[in-house]
């Protein structure tokens, strides 16, 4: 997994990807879609951007979760529910590069004293974004 400098911004896990932008949304959508993972929403900033007569680089946010996973740790506190369902950004850099970011899903529950130990679901949720990260960084 080939991390890039966006890693300096506190939760955020940024991985690089070999395919373009919108050959990784597809990959991730795919695999998402195998994992009978719930793709609740794909944004798609740059053609929002391009409606309003705005340049802006390949920028795509995957909202997706699973209800089972997701309603534990707001179970300990709701307010989490700001932070779920889980998202992806898939961009491209100033050089061309396809990139994608994700929030920790430890880091997010850590914001409202909900550990591991309190939710184990959140080892299962870490371990799904690593995997989509990974996964889309070895993608050919």
Same mark, same amino acid.
């Given at each position: 997994?080939?991390?890039?400098?966006?890693?300096?911004?506190?939760?955020? *896990? /940024? @991985?690089?990807?070999?395919? =373009?932008? %919108? !050959?990784?949304?597809?990959?991730?959508?795919?695999? &998402?879609?195998?994992?009978? *993972? /719930? @793709?609740?929403?794909?944004? =798609?900033? %740059? !053609?929002?951007?391009?409606?309003?007569?705005?340049? &802006?680089?390949?920028?795509? *946010?995957?909202?997706?979760?699973?209800?089972?996973?997701?309603?534990?740790?707001?179970?300990?506190?709701?307010?989490?529910?700001?932070?779920?369902?889980?998202?992806?950004?898939?961009?491209?850099?100033?050089?061309?590069?396809?990139?994608?970011?994700?929030?920790?899903?430890?880091?997010?529950?850590?914001?409202?004293?909900?550990?591991?130990?309190?939710?184990?679901?959140?080892?299962?949720?870490?371990?799904?974004?690593?995997?989509?990260?990974?996964?889309?960084?070895?993608?050919?």
């Amino acid at each position: 997994m080939s991390e890039v400098g966006g890693n300096d911004v506190s939760g955020l *896990v /940024t @991985v690089g990807s070999p395919l =373009d932008a %919108a !050959a990784t949304v597809h990959w991730l959508e795919t695999t &998402l879609a195998a994992k009978g *993972v /719930t @793709v609740f929403a794909k944004v =798609d900033h %740059a !053609a929002n951007a391009e409606a309003v007569g705005l340049a &802006l680089r390949p920028t795509t *946010v995957l909202i997706f979760g699973n209800a089972q996973a997701g309603t534990k740790p707001m179970q300990i506190d709701q307010r989490m529910g700001i932070d779920l369902p889980l998202k992806m950004l898939v961009w491209t850099g100033e050089d061309g590069k396809t990139h994608v970011s994700y929030n920790d899903p430890a880091w997010i529950a850590a914001r409202y004293g909900i550990t591991p130990e309190t939710a184990p679901v959140l080892t299962a949720m870490q371990g799904m974004m690593k995997g989509l990260a990974e996964g889309a960084a070895a993608a050919r």
